[in-house]
Structure formats: structure tokens, C-alpha cells
């Protein structure tokens, strides 16, 4: 949370004491209505945050799943670029998700950072793939993350980093504005419609994309299994919302605010022409090659 002190934005998050300048970008916003900042370069200092961040002792596991053909695809050319962007000076680890953990390759990792692979089944249905991440990462949570560290990222495995991805980007609930609808109406966005489903909405704040979320360890837990507990009764009732997770994870953030909301900047897709407000491209959409990798 924040409030405004002569442009300059108080971050009452329990992450960190720093300051981010609202003023500084006029071309965007960069305050939720509930007060969260909204995260875009040219808004904060980095070595502040980092400081700030270093001297809490803040720690971060990175969730990420690689499992079938996406595993070969995309999981070294996520990792070798997280290793160049991803929290930079803090301690990190990631913990990657696979049903075949013998082909995870092995990446050069810096200092303080540490990585592991946990097996896990592949479902037949990629639907279920994605979907059961939920409950996968709040069991990790509950079993070993909640012990080691204080912060929660989890990704999509099928983007690059390009730039850094940093401290500035923690927070008690973080929340990611999707890039194809951050400047589309609102009546657009695709929530889910179906009153017969968990992730039911009629209207909301703005339309988040699941490939990047986070937060403390604590609110993390608390969003996966709220969106876990979702699917599992709408499988109950024979419906599965439009963007399966994605679905109820934008109903989680409409009825539980995230503390802190990232800009396009943090994964954007180059396919979208030029936007003269994302100076900096944090993050990539990894090509896909859908015909592919989509088989099941
Ligand atoms: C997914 C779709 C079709 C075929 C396979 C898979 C698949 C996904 C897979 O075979 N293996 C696998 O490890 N995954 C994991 O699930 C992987 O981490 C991947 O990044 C993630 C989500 O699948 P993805 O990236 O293909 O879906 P997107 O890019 O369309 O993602 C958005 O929508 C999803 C729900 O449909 C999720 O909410 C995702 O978080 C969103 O970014
Ligand atoms: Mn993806």
C-alpha cells in the first residue's frame, strides 16, 4: 500500500522502505484506485530498493514448471536469462517442476543462488497441466518454501528476460497487467462469464496475466489454494473457466487487491508494435510454436 507525499510514493508494503516516484511517469498510470503502485521505469531506484531489500534479508523462490515437450523448448533459455536479470543480489531459488528431472539442464549459477528440481506428474490434459500448478506450488510452500524464504515469484516457463527484473518488483501480493489488454475498455478483457463457474465476474480492475505472480510466501499460498479450491469445484461441476487459471486468478485479485501491480514492462510480447510508454522490456514472450508443442 502507499500514499502520496509531494509526488513521492510511501510504500507501506511490508517489503521495503523505499520510495517510488508517481510524478515521474505522466504518460501511464501509476497508482491502482485501491493505491497500489503500478510499477514502470523511470518510477524508482533500483540501488534503494536492492539496499532496502538486502538489508530486510528478503529471499526468493521462483516457481517454475517444464514439463513434456516445454521443458527442452524453453527451460534453459529461462534460466540462463533469469540468471542475468532475475534479483539480481538477493538470495534465489528456483525450483522447477518436471515429470522428466534427468533432462533439466544444468545452468552456471551465481552466488547465493541455488536451484531444484522436483518431479512431478504429467497430466494428459495441458489444460490440467497449467491449472494444477496451483496446487503444486502451495504444497511446496506449506512443505518448504515458508521456512527458507520471504518472497514467492511464479512463472511461466515459455518467456526470456532481457532486462532486469528486480527487487522493485516485491511485494505483499504482486500482480502482473497483461500485455495485449493493459490500454484495451475494460469490456474487452476476458474474464470468465459463465455464472456457472468459480471464476465468474462481471466487471474487475484490470485484466492480469498468470504467467508472472507473486508475493510473500504467505499471500502466495493464499492465492493458489483459493484458485486451486476454485478449479477443483468447478470440475465438480462439469465446467472449466475460459482461461483456466488465468480465469481465477483475475477473480482472486478482484476480490483480494494485490498490494503492488506490475507494468507490461515486466513480460511483454514483440509481437505488439511499438508502445512509446514501455521504455524498458524486462521480460519476453518466448516464441511458440503451438502445431508443436500442443499435441495431446
Ligand atoms: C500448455 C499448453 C498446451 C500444451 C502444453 C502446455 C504446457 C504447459 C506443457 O506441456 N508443459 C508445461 O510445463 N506447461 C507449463 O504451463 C509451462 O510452465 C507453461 O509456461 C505454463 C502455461 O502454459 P502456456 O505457457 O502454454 O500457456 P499460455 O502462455 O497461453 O499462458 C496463459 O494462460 C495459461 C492458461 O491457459 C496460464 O494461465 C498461463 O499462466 C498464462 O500465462
Ligand atoms: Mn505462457
Redesign the pocket.
Known amino acids: 500500500k502507499c500514499s502520496l507525499q509531494s509526488g513521492k510514493m510511501l510504500l507501506l508494503d511490508s517489503s521495503v522502505d523505499a520510495t517510488l516516484s508517481v510524478q515521474s511517469r505522466s504518460d501511464v498510470q501509476t497508482c491502482t484506485k485501491w493505491k497500489a503502485p503500478i510499477i514502470w521505469e523511470g518510477m524508482f531506484d533500483a540501488r534503494l530498493f536492492d539496499e532496502a531489500h538486502k538489508r530486510k534479508g528478503s529471499s526468493v523462490a521462483l516457481t517454475?514448471?517444464?514439463?513434456?515437450?516445454?521443458?527442452d523448448a524453453?527451460l534453459e533459455i529461462f534460466l540462463n536469462s533469469s540468471e542475468k536479470h532475475f534479483m539480481l543480489g538477493l538470495r534465489v531459488t528456483y525450483y522447477v517442476f518436471t515429470d522428466t528431472p534427468e533432462k533439466v539442464p544444468s545452468i552456471l549459477l551465481g552466488p547465493n543462488r541455488s536451484l531444484k528440481v522436483i518431479r512431478v506428474d504429467r497430466h494428459s490434459r495441458?489444460?490440467d497441466?497449467?491449472m494444477m500448478?496451483m496446487q503444486t506450488i502451495s504444497d511446496l510452500i506449506e512443505g518448504e518454501i515458508r521456512h527458507n524464504f520471504t518472497h514467492v515469484f511464479c512463472f511461466?516457463?515459455?518467456q526470456k528476460f532481457s532486462e532486469r527484473f528486480g527487487s522493485e518488483a516485491l511485494g505483499d501480493s504482486v500482480a502482473l497487467l497483461h500485455a495485449y489488454f493493459y490500454r484495451l475498455p475494460k469490456k474487452m478483457y476476458t474474464y470468465d462469464r459463465n455464472p456457472l463457474s468459480k471464476a465468474y465476474m462481471e466487471q474487475g480492475d484490470f485484466y492480469y496475466?498468470?504467467?508472472v505472480f507473486g508475493g510473500t510466501w504467505r499471500n502466495v499460498k493464499a492465492i493458489t489454494d483459493a484458485c486451486y479450491k476454485s478449479i477443483v469445484e468447478d470440475k465438480e461441476n462439469g465446467v472449466e473457466a475460459i482461461?483456466?487459471?488465468?480465469s481465477h486468478?483475475n477473480k482472486y485479485f478482484w476480490l483480494n487487491k494485490p498490494s503492488r501491480v506490475l507494468s507490461p514492462e515486466y513480460c511483454w510480447d514483440d509481437n505488439i508494435r511499438y508502445r512509446t510508454d514501455v521504455l524498458v522490456k524486462r521480460l519476453l514472450?518466448a516464441p511458440?510454436d503451438y502445431e508443436h508443442?500442443?499435441i495431446?
Open positions: 517454475v514448471f517444464a514439463v513434456g515437450k516445454y521443458l524453453y495441458w489444460q497441466i497449467s500448478r511461466d516457463v515459455d496475466h498468470a504467467a482461461w483456466h487459471d488465468e486468478l514472450w511458440k508443442l500442443r495431446n
